[in-house]
């Protein structure tokens, strides 16, 4: 099963309020910017040297989606189907799920876990070779999709509450209410960690989204019952193009009631970002980045991205899938 999680943006109105890509372009790049300042000392400098590149191509894997039609399964994993216990059910580890369920079935269903566990490998190796271009490509491409495992409705069927008659909420949650109060949070986390059990540790964050997830749907029905359908949307100018958007009042309302919820599922992917970072690189043995042959962006790497988000075309072997 094929899904596409993003919304096109119509010629003068946006009827389902703001797109449908994970924590919006806003919150990818906030996690992978801020996410470098979590790391070690022997780390910092190479990251902060491309800090640019790193939250600019934090989005890439959702442009992704417009020419691959395997990238959409990456991106979540839907939990409630595989029962009331579905921790109990799927097993954490690829083969082993493989096994049970077949690849195909875990596809259909999403597969964001083991995504994000198959990109630490590569990023590791990235970090043995001190190929400074694989380090960067996995180093963005990790964060967004660790990004995207901190997202509740990313977890479920109902990813953007079509089963529920909250149509739109996907959006709200992850982009709207960014949008508006994101300025405000508190982005400093403290040092990243090594992780010990990088499976695990997957799964740990992932549980913890599920688990936000009932709080996102009951806390929306419940507003949206008793606030006055003449106030819950308000139409906004976006360049050129005219939106329908969740009002400024019933956002305020909604973040209200969520108590901050937005913000500690971005800080935590904030520091797991980082972490994972830390971990492939004392993993690889702790290299001297710095002292790498080649310390800059080749072209290669960005005419790659390119073509990889408008075409699909691979040119210079970065991708090894």
């Known amino acids: 099963m094929f899904r596409q999680k993003i919304f ?3 010629i003068f109105i946006l009827f389902t309020p703001l797109n449908g890509s994970s924590w919006g372009f806003y919150g990818h790049r906030k996690i992978n910017y801020m996410a470098c300042f979590t790391l070690p000392p022997g780390l910092f400098g190479f990251y902060k040297e491309h800090i640019d590149f790193l939250t600019e191509h934090a989005v ?18 839907d939990l409630d189907h595989y029962g009331l216990h579905p921790f109990d059910s799927v097993p954490r580890f690829w083969k082993a799920a493989v096994e049970k369920y077949t690849e195909d079935s875990l596809k259909a269903y999403g597969i964001v876990p083991w ?11 990235a970090f043995r070779e001190r190929n400074t271009d694989k380090i960067l490509y996995y180093s963005a491409n990790i964060g967004h999709y660790i990004g995207d495992a901190h997202v509740p409705l990313h977890c479920t069927e109902n990813y953007n509450g079509q089963l529920t008659n909250q149509a739109g909420i996907h959006g709200f949650w992850e982009s709207r209410l ?14 990243a960690h090594y992780v010990d059990a990088v499976q695990d540790d997957i799964w740990r964050f992932v549980k913890d989204s ?38 400024q009042e019933y956002s305020a309302e909604f973040h209200r009631l969520l108590d901050g919820q937005v913000e500690r599922r971005l ?18 043995g702790s290299p001297d980045l710095l002292l790498t042959k080649k310390n800059q962006i080749s072209d290669s790497l960005r005419m790659e991205i390119v073509n990889e988000t408008e075409n699909k075309e691979v040119i210079s072997g970065i991708r090894e899938e």
């Open 178 to 191: 960014p949008e508006i109060y994101g300025s405000d949070y508190d982005y400093l986390t403290g040092r």
């Open 267 to 284: 800080r935590a992917a904030i520091l797991d970002v980082g972490s994972f970072w830390t971990t492939a690189w004392i993993n690889a």
């Open 60 to 77: 890439d894997p959702d442009k992704r989606r417009y020419s691959d039609k395997e990238e959409a399964p990456r991106h979540y994993i």
């Open 210 to 247: 599920f688990s936000a997830l009932d709080t996102v749907l009951q806390f929306e029905r419940s507003l949206n019952e008793k606030f006055p359908s003449d106030r819950k949307y308000a139409i906004e100018n976006r360049g050129a193009t005219t939106v329908k958007v969740y009002s």
């Open 8 to 10: 096109l943006l119509s």
């Open 115 to 125: 995504t994000i566990n198959s990109m630490m490998y590569k990023l590791t190796e």
